[in-house]
């Protein structure tokens, strides 16, 4: 397919994406979230997490993608975060959009009630609204990504996500985004290998673009990652965090998986 041709499906994402929101602010107040027992935690930062490890693994629940369909339909996100734990990686991010990637905020809630892992919540954030209900459902670190995101509402998402006491890991794919997306309310700058528009994979993104991010980010590299060597060479260009889904997660046991790969990367 064409970049014309796919834009629309991050175009239609999104689309989608606002008409949830504003459903879902029609039916449950931000004060009920506020008054959650759960908006009160304190968060644990995986950028933190990350500086401090030999390793650097966010590993990711995904139960299917629009490039690649069913992953791991019925996975139990309990016992995979419960593997994931064990293998030692430095945080968890969980899918919450249900239509496009079968997530749900459920898989959220229940792998915040299995393990105490950093949970990153994996959304297309568009609102302040998410941002709200991810620390009240026991999110750690949102996701925010450029190429959606207006260097506007950048800024305002992750000074809101600062003020929740939430880690910000902010998605690039290219310069541009890279340019736009500079600022202190950043913990983390992660190179997207996929492009959200063609859905190509290339670790070579990751590679172009790590100089031109400032050293006061931890650097992660997301998407694509399969292999030990592709860690290390990532590492030369100075990342210190890997986002691994389908690796894991296309394995009937993706805790297992996990666990096999850490040892091998040790
Ligand atoms: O399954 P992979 O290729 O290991 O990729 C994981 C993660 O990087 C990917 O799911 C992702 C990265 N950025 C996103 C933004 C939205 C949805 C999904 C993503």
């Given at each position: 397919?064409?970049?014309?041709?796919?834009?629309?499906?991050?175009?239609?994402?999104?689309?989608?994406?606002?008409?949830?929101?504003?459903?879902?602010?029609?039916?449950?107040?931000?004060?009920?979230?506020?008054?959650?027992?759960?908006?009160?935690?304190?968060?644990?930062?995986?950028?933190?997490?990350?500086?401090?490890?030999e390793t650097g693994i966010?590993?990711?629940?995904?139960?299917?993608?629009?490039?690649?369909?069913?992953?791991?339909?019925?996975?139990?996100?309990?016992?995979?975060?419960?593997?994931?734990?064990?293998?030692?990686?430095?945080?968890?991010?969980?899918?919450?959009?249900?239509?496009?990637?079968?997530?749900?905020?459920?898989?959220?809630?229940?792998?915040?009630?299995?393990?105490?892992?950093?949970?990153?919540?994996?959304?297309?954030?568009?609102?302040?609204?998410?941002?709200?209900?991810?620390?009240?459902?026991?999110?750690?670190?949102?996701?925010?990504?450029?190429?959606?995101?207006?260097?506007?509402?950048?800024?305002?998402?992750?000074?809101?996500?600062?003020?929740?006491?939430?880690?910000?890991?902010?998605?690039?794919?290219?310069?541009?985004?890279?340019?736009?997306?500079?600022?202190?309310?950043?913990?983390?700058?992660?190179?997207?290998n996929?492009?959200?528009?063609?859905?190509?994979v290339s670790l070579d993104?990751s590679k172009?673009?790590?100089?031109?991010?400032?050293?006061?980010?931890?650097?992660?590299s997301?998407s694509g990652i399969s292999s030990i060597k592709a860690i290390k060479e990532l590492k030369e260009y100075?990342y210190?965090?890997f986002?691994i889904?389908?690796n894991?997660?296309?394995?009937?046991?993706?805790?297992?998986?996990?666990?096999d790969f850490i040892q091998n990367l040790k």
């Open positions: 397919m064409t970049e014309r041709n796919k834009m629309n499906i991050l175009d239609k994402i999104v689309a989608d994406k606002r008409k949830e929101v504003d459903l879902k602010k029609s039916i449950i107040p931000l004060s009920q979230y506020e008054a959650s027992a759960l908006f009160g935690r304190e968060t644990t930062s995986l950028s933190h997490a990350l500086k401090q490890s966010i590993s990711e629940f995904k139960r299917r993608s629009p490039s690649k369909a069913i992953i791991n339909q019925n996975a139990n996100v309990g016992q995979v975060a419960k593997g994931y734990e064990k293998a030692g990686v430095c945080g968890m991010s969980v899918l919450t959009d249900i239509k496009y990637f079968g997530g749900s905020i459920e898989d959220l809630i229940l792998a915040r009630a299995s393990v105490q892992l950093p949970l990153l919540r994996k959304e297309f954030i568009i609102n302040e609204y998410q941002i709200i209900e991810a620390k009240a459902y026991g999110a750690d670190v949102i996701l925010l990504i450029a190429a959606v995101l207006t260097k506007q509402e950048i800024k305002n998402f992750s000074e809101l996500a600062k003020s929740l006491g939430l880690d910000v890991l902010l998605e690039v794919h290219n310069e541009e985004e890279l340019h736009k997306s500079i600022m202190p309310s950043l913990d983390m700058l992660g190179v997207n996929r492009n959200l528009k063609t859905f190509e993104t172009s673009l790590s100089q031109l991010i400032p050293d006061d980010f931890v650097k992660v997301e100075g210190e965090g986002l889904g389908e894991f997660m296309k394995t009937d046991n993706p805790g297992q998986s996990a666990i």
